[in-house]
């Protein structure tokens, strides 16, 4: 028996889903339209099949190829120009010799084809339609039939006026091939309209049949979506993949839900998915394969297709989400919104309700969106953050977009040229190196792999040798499923925003460099980098009078990367040196509470009776100092500590510190002389000015942990703090504890106010022009000292907030000033936003 189905319209009323995939492939129940189609085909007993395509042809062909793995023959018939509903069949007309059956690939349906065609043969018919009872037809074409069930009339899509029967046409057609004489060769033509009102003129019989079962022609995002919710009620029976794990809970291969997610039915989980801690997901609700829904995340009466991400605390009802899709925490989307493929949607974003979003469009986080977003962005993705390419692992940073990074890298570079590469010791960072590895060598650049190291190891290697810079990957110890990609420029200095632009052009053009075979790059493991580190951090240092001092201390290597090169560090400075978590573990180190490790570790400094602590960050970039009375310094404290230090031991020290940095910072610095010199916040700020034009500083100290020390290494690197810090007091022949009790009290407050991003010029704009203050300082923001304190205001880099810092005599002046400003840009906020609306 042969079938023809028609596959070839571009679904415009489904758009923004369908502008990226024809309708009949559209997913119901995570398996496409078509297929459902086919299935139903091969239950009633045929075996060969013609799909008329037109609109985004191969994405069927390739799909289902000849069928095969379908059990069924299928043949494929192209439409270069539309030819409606006839003109499509008639184009068919060479393959379909016999009886034969027409359907549409993009319904939904259980209707018993064998009962219409057995209508269809006992009849004697030339051709007989499939009808179906409506209680509203007003979208349809009513037939009307006579009592000997052939068609007395056709009335395409009719007003209620019109409206003299309930039987619609479902476009199910079982005819003869002399149905051909009426369908010349290459015309557009429709069956209701124009082929069967002319059998009819010609007194031929088109019999009818109202046909049980379910039938949705799923034309709409509401059909579609009320075509799950029928699935998921069982209105219609069609297979279901996965397992049914309870009562309407459908469960596919490979999925892992945790023990404190709620599912409630009916719903489908497709394969391979993630259901994170605490996570809901409610009633008529269909996943598809391989997405992620994170902790706390609640999913009610939406269709999501596959690949995609649903970040924590996310709430997503009555939605419809394409494929590989991103929404990041604390996202809401209301009833009837839909997200074509691959949007990008920020934390904190709110979609209101039938908000349509189409493909590969951002909303940048916080957004409020009203209307639909067709042509442009609600806010840009830059590749690059401040910290380097960062994101989820296999979400946002997959093997894809670092082997094209690396491309992108080498292709600015000569061939022959050499990068040097390392990682931590985690599986996604593994990965992603070997592809950045594979994209360098692809066009002609030569890889010098560390393997697991730290990223100052990485900084000295690329300073040291004739490397034009490097890459290292791993995870983000603020976040244990993201990574971070840095890339150093040949001086072993971070990419300043030129560079990373540079990149991002290259990589939004694709223009990589092609090598011929003998070209490709070549990868060499150096030896003794370690050995060269050890010995170049200890010619900065005091050694002598760290062996004399007889340093006692507990050092936690927080199961990081530098316990591959800190304990060769250590043995050459002596003292009782009482090492934690010695070795460079993924899983203990995401396992792990960093509050609880920092009490541990104090624990440990008070009861071995040690002088000090440290805990160095899992890429030895950042430590938390421990006294030896076991107070936990903060970041704050910490700055002040190492610029005391540094002064007193240099002369006329010159000090790099953020601005915002605490007044005890600055009191300390001038205390002994000593000069202190803003920079812009953030590491990349700080590293700027630890190397002005002309010298260097003797420190740039940041208030998260990190310390540059110029004259060694361009970056921030726990290993030389610490050796610095038993330096440092060994020379001025302190205890920590005698340092830590003469820092004065800090006590600075903060704040963020919601700003969207077109507004943040202006909120700076006004602020400066409103604020009145003599001379404010623009390294970064907005910077005022005052006699009493100093208050700062930043856009925020990231995310759609201006922060706010204030540190005064009196707590109580800080509060409110903040108040003051944060009133001040919420006015600022409403008024443009006021101004974009009229």
Known sequence: MKAVIMAGGEGT????????????????????????????????????????????????????????????????ANEDSPLGTAGSVGNCREQLDSTFLVISGDVLTDIDLSALLEFHKSRGAMATIGLKSMENPLEFGIVTTNDDQTVGRFLEKPAWGQVFSDTINTGIYVLEPEIFAYIPVGKALD?????????????????????????????????YLRAHHDLLSRKVELAVPGFMIDKGIYVGVGTDVHPSATLEGPLIIGDNCRIGADARILPYTVIGSNCRISKAAEIHHSVLHENVFVGEASLVRGTVVGRACDLRKSVHTEDGV??????????????????????SKTVQSGATVLTSIVWESKGTRSVFSPAGVQGLANVDIGPELVLRLAMALGSTLKPGARITTSRDSSRAARVLKRAMMVGLNVVGVDVADLEVATIPALRFHVRNTSSKGGLAVG???????????????????????????????????????????????????????????????????????????????????????????????????G?????????????????????????????????????????????????????????????????????????????HAQIAIPVGSPRATMAAIARFGGEAFFSKRGTAGLNEAAFPATGTRDLAAGIDGSFIFPGFLPGSDASAALVQLLSLLAITEHTLVEVVNEIDPIDIVSDSVVTPWESKGMVMRVLLETLNEADPLLIDGIYVARPNGWYLIVPDPVEPLTNIWAEFDDQADANELINNIRGRITEIVSSASSLRVS
């Open 575 to 651: 003292g009782d040196i009482l090492g934690i978590n010695p070795f460079s573990s993924t899983k203990r180190m995401v396992e792990a509470e960093p509050a609880s490790n920092i009490a541990r570790l104090a624990e440990l400094v008070i009861t071995s009776r040690s002088e000090l602590g440290v805990h160095i960050d899992p890429v030895g970039e950042r430590l938390q100092v421990v006294d030896g009375r076991g107070k936990v310094l903060s970041g704050f404290e910490a700055q002040v500590l190492y610029c005391r230090l540094v002064a007193q031991a240099n002369q």
């Open 191 to 223: 069956f209701s309209q124009d082929v069967f009102p002319r059998l009819l003129e010609d007194s031929i019989p088109i019999h009818a049949m109202v046909c049980e079962g379910y039938w949705e022609d799923v034309g709409t995002l509401e059909a």
């Open 475 to 573: 995870l983000d110890a603020d976040d244990p499923e993201s990574v971070i990609i840095r890339f150093i420029d040949e001086n072993g200095v971070d990419f300043d925003e030129a560079s990373q632009r540079k990149i991002e052009r290259g990589l939004a053009r694709e223009d990589f460099r092609k090598v011929l075979a003998s070209e490709i790059g070549e990868i060499e493991f150096p030896a003794g980098n370690s050995e060269f580190y050890t010995q170049s951090l200890l010619e900065q240092s005091e050694l002598a009078l760290i062996r004399e001092r007889n340093f006692k201390l507990v050092l936690d290597y927080g199961f990081g990367v530098s316990s591959h090169i800190l304990p060769s560090v250590l043995s050459k400075i």
């Open 13 to 76: 009323r489904l758009r923004p889903l369908t502008s990226t995939a024809p309708k009949p492939m559209l997913p119901v129940g995570n398996t496409p339209m078509l297929e459902h189609i086919l299935e139903l085909l091969k239950q009633h007993g045929f075996d060969e099949v013609v799909i008329t395509v037109a609109f985004m042809a191969n994405a069927i062909r390739t799909y289902f190829g000849d069928g095969s793995e379908f059990g069924i023959r299928i043949s494929y």
């Open 338 to 359: 839909v997200l074509g493929a691959d949007c990008y949607v920020g934390d904190g974003a709110q979609l209101f309700a039938q908000v349509k979003v189409y493909p």
